[in-house]
């Protein structure tokens, strides 16, 4: 009786242990998963050039986005992954043809990222998508157009970053920089370049292994 009762806690022991070894593996590698995130956010405010510069002379807008690191090692202090944003823009009449220019950019590319001392890196990154116009217009030789317009994009980033706050799950981080993007559409394009501002939630720390008797 004794050795079917110790046979029984054995058993329960090593599945208990087994269940346990697998949760803890599935949290480690969904740890290991979100430490390689981030969610970005920024304020853009771009000048438009080469054909749209005659009707509006700057955008101003913002975007929300994630990137998401698949290579921490690439070389020294050099990562490397994938991004992916959606944008708004409000492209400001300068023309009293235009009467409202809104457009919605969705796009996603890859990107590096350099470390540096004290908390600083630089990342860039290109990209492409296609951008969703909202226009109202007015013109003389073609009345009025009141439609919705899908064009071809390329976008390319250059951010200088900052650290700002550390937590044991999260990081936040300050951004500045130039974005610069290229839009198609049929046989009209234009392009715009400018600088954004935004703010970055890191999930880093996830990752990272508590050090030896620390609480």
């Given at each position: 009786m004794?050795?079917?009762?110790?046979?029984?806690?054995?058993?329960?022991?090593v599945i208990?242990?087994?269940?346990?070894a697998a949760d803890s593996s599935t949290k480690d590698?969904?740890?290991s998963a979100l430490s390689g995130f981030r969610l970005t956010s920024a304020y853009t405010n771009a000048f438009n050039l080469y054909n749209m510069d005659i009707y509006s002379e700057n955008t101003i807008g913002g975007a929300l986005g994630f990137e998401y690191t698949l290579l921490?090692?690439?070389?020294?202090?050099?990562?490397?992954?994938?991004?992916?944003?959606?944008?708004?823009?409000?492209?400001?009449?300068d023309n009293i043809q235009l009467k409202k220019l809104n457009s919605y950019t969705f796009s996603g590319g890859l990107?590096?990222?350099?470390d540096f001392f004290q908390d600083f890196s630089i990342l860039v990154s290109g990209g492409?998508?296609?951008?969703?116009?909202?226009v109202d217009f007015v013109s003389a030789e073609n009345g009025k157009i009141n439609d919705i317009y899908y064009d071809f994009s390329i976008e390319s980033d250059?951010?200088?970053?900052?650290?700002?706050?550390k937590t044991k799950k999260v990081n936040l981080i300050g951004s500045a920089g130039c974005h610069?993007?290229?839009?198609?559409?049929?046989s009209e394009s234009f392009m715009s370049i400018g600088p954004d501002f935004g703010i970055i939630l890191d999930f880093k720390p996830f990752g990272t292994k508590p050090v030896a008797g620390e609480k």
């Open positions: 004794f050795k079917k009762n110790s046979f029984v806690i054995f058993l329960i022991s208990s242990f087994s269940v346990f590698q969904l740890t921490p090692e690439l070389g020294k202090n050099l990562d490397a992954g994938f991004y992916g944003r959606t944008a708004f823009q409000n492209f400001v009449p990107f590096t990222q350099w492409m998508g296609f951008l969703i116009s909202d250059f951010s200088l970053r900052k650290t700002i706050l610069w993007a290229f839009y198609n559409e049929k």
